[in-house]
């Protein structure tokens, strides 16, 4: 059997590089996510999919229930699946959010946080694993940090260790798996959380060229200032 896991579709504000980890925030596709559906439609085999599972947040859920079409299987809720908790940086920038993470590391907790990015990762893959539980061939519909993570892993070169930014993950492009590769898949990626993430030198704007999923130059952190526009393509959205 095979684990299909794809980013939702887009929304405002993911578009404009906004972070938001909360559910309860009524944050729904756009126009361009609703139409970048076909994309699932044409590479999921969607006829045979016996299991769903979606995060916690409306634009999971939204994406995977127009996946499945009406009438569908049953929706499976899953919160290891929801998006990272941004804390004080909720509905704020990803450019701030990286700067901080940078500064402070990955397994410290972001002010007014539950969780450190490595905390949340590790949650996530969780729920990935466990959605072997689960009849298959089964959907996830998650978010950009974990399609990222587990592309970065699959890409990896031999030796290279976990880095703290990841190339943004594309909109409804599954992450396919065989669920007999699935257990060691996850269980290297939980081992690279506790052997730390890639040394480097120089801050931020010494170093960081951000790139999209076509590794494309979205930003570096010199373009950041007090006045710079949130529709700029800033930072790949974790």
Do not use: C
């Amino acid at each position: 059997m095979t684990t299909y896991v794809l980013r939702h579709g887009q929304t405002n504000y993911s578009r404009r590089y906004l972070v938001n980890g909360d559910p309860t925030k009524p944050i729904h596709l756009s126009e361009e996510g609703r139409r970048s559906l076909n994309k699932g439609w044409s590479s999921v085999p969607l006829h045979s999919v016996k299991t769903w599972l979606a995060s916690e947040f409306p634009r999971a859920q939204q994406t995977a229930n127009l996946l499945m079409g009406v009438p569908g299987p049953e929706l499976i809720t899953d919160p290891r699946l929801n998006e990272l908790d941004y804390g004080e940086f909720e509905g704020g920038p990803f450019l701030e959010y990286a700067v901080w993470l940078d500064g402070h590391g990955t397994h410290e907790r972001p002010p007014g946080g539950s969780e450190s990015q490595r905390e949340g990762i590790r949650r996530m893959l969780t729920g990935v694993l466990a959605a072997l539980d689960h009849p298959g061939p089964r959907v996830l519909v998650a978010h950009g940090l974990l399609v990222s993570v587990l592309l970065w892993h699959r890409d990896r070169a031999p030796g290279e260790a976990m880095p703290l930014f990841f190339p943004e993950a594309p909109y409804v492009e599954p992450f396919t798996i065989p669920d007999m590769e699935l257990p060691e898949f996850i269980a290297t990626l939980m081992n690279d959380l506790e052997t730390g993430v890639q040394d480097r030198t120089g801050g931020i704007g010494d170093w960081g060229i951000f790139r999209n999923g076509d590794g494309s130059a979205v930003a570096t952190v010199d373009s950041v200032s007090p006045s710079h526009s949130q529709d700029q393509k800033d930072l790949p959205h974790a």
